[in-house]
């Protein structure tokens, strides 16, 4: 859980580097979005009592999420109107 806590970036590229000539899986849970795109191959997103998983990287995820929100935000201004 959130292994990039109080590390430098010296270590912090120490441990990415660990990971990926890892042979097995790896499981990380971090809110550090450059490490998370450094080193995920698959994506996980956990929330409302439901798992999915996302291709690409996170910041396509990133995109997807805004995306939504921007035509959720439309949705509830029209209905104001």
Do not use: C, W
Not at 6 to 16: G, M, N, Q
Not at 27 to 37: G, R, Y
Not at 63 to 81: P, Q, S, T, V, Y
């Amino acid at each position: 859980d959130e292994p990039t806590n109080h590390l430098d970036l010296e270590t912090i590229d120490a441990l990415v580097h660990a990971i990926k000539g890892f042979k097995g899986g790896v499981l990380v849970v971090s809110h550090d979005q450059h490490f998370i795109n450094q080193i995920a191959t698959s994506l996980y997103v956990v929330g409302n009592r439901t798992i999915v998983r996302h291709s690409g990287t996170f910041d396509d995820y990133k995109r997807e999420i805004l995306k939504a929100r921007a035509g959720n935000e439309a949705k509830l201004d029209m209905h104001d109107n």
